[in-house]
């Protein structure tokens, strides 16, 4: 099906499915304990093998002897696979290092060799034997020592400029020149990097944790020298992702080629201290953002350059996208700089480049409105534009903000804040009050399933779609249900298989969207296959209570699978409406914090996101979505921060205690509102996506209440005691 044109009225505006707050249909089975993840295929391949990881001992340089003997002596071990003898090897496109190294070394806790043994125990412990020989090379590790030498934008992301950026800001009446930095973050996942893998032949199955199935198989097949057919992977269940397991990862990989070399089922499981340094992490940045506006506070000039580091083919972290089509203004300049670092692979974490774009953009919107003598809502208004700014012929498909922010301040009692920082006090705690808009582009892709309707009368849809907590089974039913005029207990969801049709899979906010539009498309074509099969014109049926009407008759579904299951296949492809429409996303984020006088502990109080981010499918699951985001842009703002040991090359609070994260005594009180913004630009289903707009801007709100509550601005994440204890206003 092509989407070329935006949506009319159709089965999905009926809303007696979509659009419910419906129970996860894969609850019961989560909280059972009988959905299976990627370690947990027991009956799948009987008598697994397992692989212990090592990783190597320094950040850059080349091994020059690997000793593994005595691994391979050591009780219960099966293998020891190596770059020496796991034969040919390529590196998949979307991997910026390679997944087993050797010789050379590319990153610290890079996969040297892979121990497969009886138990994990015995795999483990034979690990610990293997015994490498290095010789170490100097490299970067220091994205600040690096960033002067940093000039030049990578090819492939060029500079924006509009208008005369510099002399507009010279000339402002109000200016605001300042730099802000974010640090390397982990995802951590609850579930870590797992995988198991079987071979049949010259053929692999690997059950795995892993967000993209069709760009997982399609690197690991480029990887392993294989055609695609001969890669099967598998994904129903996946315990967290936020981008980190987007990509073929090590533990795929080494999967593989353990089952290779000892000829049985391998299990590889990364243990948690190796996942900060083995697998994928978010980028430090530095980003100077310079604002100028009129008397008026209306901007006249805005520019912001953010500088990450990579390994060698890595790419930025494009950390000012969101401030091309932010806030009104003539005269803008936005860019992105990436050093070289030795450091281990930077890439997507949940909101990548808008997360740490708008933990800086969104501080600086509140220093100039300050500045400016406007309050920091208002502001935002005041620079609304309902067009892209640099190309003004591109209006919003919806851009809701005014209504997020105006909605916000009145249910947050924003009236009530003290706009001078430090006045309000609760016993031993200085209050205050912040916000800030999040922005979040609305991105499609090609997505597929397939439909069969049974004899008894259910439904099955496939598709490789993947769940990683989100709610994918269940608005994918919920959409099934609504096209076909069935109950949600009459569809059965199939995911993350790669012999099922491609879909866009879990990422970037676009997952809900787009593969329920996949959905969509195939169920139009089951209908039709029903209409014609039962004798009713298509174009006029109805299908609902589980039969089809028209021309005054009616049969019941199931009839037209008397003989065996009908089955429909398509997928939805986008034309060219992103052209002429600027599709986002955008909330309004608040927050209390209460900040101790005399420790400088910061507690936030409460939180309330305001979203309009297209129809919500299914506003329990999209309320669990945003609510975690919150929840991760409190442990930005407050705690998260991978410790950079800028002599070694690694991360040192590699493992959940010494890394922090929010836990439950830190979540306080969440709302969420969902604005109607229902937009027949962006698909069939009307929907864009939520996951990602609940954090972008969170971070900021919080930093920007901390300054209300204490008059002491932070522009170093996070914001810990130490960076501001000393300014704390003398206890009275």
Known sequence: MKFEKPAGNNPIDQMKVVGQPRDRIDGPLKTTGTAHYAYEWHDKAPNP???????????????????????????????????????????????????????????????????????????????????????????????????????????????????????????????????????DQSHMAMEPHASMALWEGESVTVWTSNQMINWGRTDLAKTLGLEPEKVRLISPYIGGGFGGKLFLRSDALLAALGARAANRPVKVMLARPTIPNNTTHRPATVQHIR???????????????????????????????????????????????????????????????????????????????????????????????????????????RRQLIACLRTGAEKF?????????????????????????????????????????????????????????????????????????????????????????????????????TSTAGVYAACVKLREAIAAKLGF????????????????RSAKLAEAAADGPLTAEDKIEFGDLAKTFQQSTFAGHFAEVGVDIATGEIRVRRMLAVCAAGRILNPKTARSQVIGAMTMGLGAALMEELAVDTRRGFFVNHDMATYEVPVHADIPQQEVIFLDDTDPVSSPMKAKGVGELGLCGVSAAIANAVYNATGVRVRDYPITLDKFIDALPDVV
């Open 537 to 552: 014109d298509p174009d006029t049926a109805e299908f609902t209570n589980e039969t089809i009407h028209a021309q005054g």
């Open 291 to 397: 604002i100028g506006t009129d008397p008026a506070g209306r901007i006249t000039a805005i520019g912001h350059e953010s500088w990450s580091g990579n390994l060698p083919g890595g790419t930025p972290e494009t950390a000012v996208a969101q401030t091309d089509l932010f806030y009104a203004g003539a005269n803008r300049h936005t860019g992105v700089r990436l050093a070289t670092l030795n450091l281990p692979e930077g890439n997507a974490m949940r909101a990548p480049g808008d997360a740490s774009g708008q933990m800086a953009l969104e501080i600086a919107i509140d220093e100039i409105a300050e500045k400016a003598g406007v309050d920091p809502v208002e502001f935002r208004i005041l620079n609304d534009t309902q067009v892209d700014p640099a190309h003004p012929e591109r209006f919003f498909s």
């Open 413 to 513: 009692g924003w009236q009530q804040r003290h706009a001078t920082p430090g006045q309000v006090r609760d016993g031993r705690w200085l209050v205050g009050m912040g916000m800030a808009a999040g922005l979040r582009n609305n991105i499609v892709a090609p997505s597929g399933a397939r439909i069969h309707l049974q004899p008894d009368g259910r439904v099955v849809v496939e598709t490789d779609m993947t769940d990683i907590g989100t709610g994918s089974y269940t608005i994918i039913a919920q959409t099934a249900a609504e096209m076909l005029g069935l109950p949600l207990e009459k569809v059965e969801v199939r995911l993350g298989d790669s012999t099922f049709p491609v879909s866009a899979g879990s990422g970037g906010q676009w997952g809900a969207n």
């Open 49 to 183: 093998a397992y692989g212990y990881v090592v990783g190597s001992a320094i950040a850059k340089g080349r091994i020059t002897a690997l000793h593994t003997e005595a691994a391979e002596n050591a009780p219960g071990v099966l293998a020891v696979v190596t770059a020496d003898n796991a034969g040919p090897l390529d590196k998949g496109e979307r991997n910026a290092a390679t997944l087993l190294g050797g010789p050379e070394i590319e990153h610290y806790h890079q996969a040297i060799a892979l121990v497969v043994a009886e138990t994990f125990e015995q795999a483990r412990a034979a690990a610990a034997l293997v015994e490498a020989e290095y010789q170490c090379e100097p490299g970067d590790y220091d994205l600040a020592a690096k960033k002067p030498s940093v000039t030049e934008p990578p090819e492939d992301t060029p500079d924006k400029t509009t208008g005369d950026m510099e002399a507009a800001f010279a000339a402002a009446a109000v200016k605001l020149d300042v730099t802000y930095t974010t640090p």
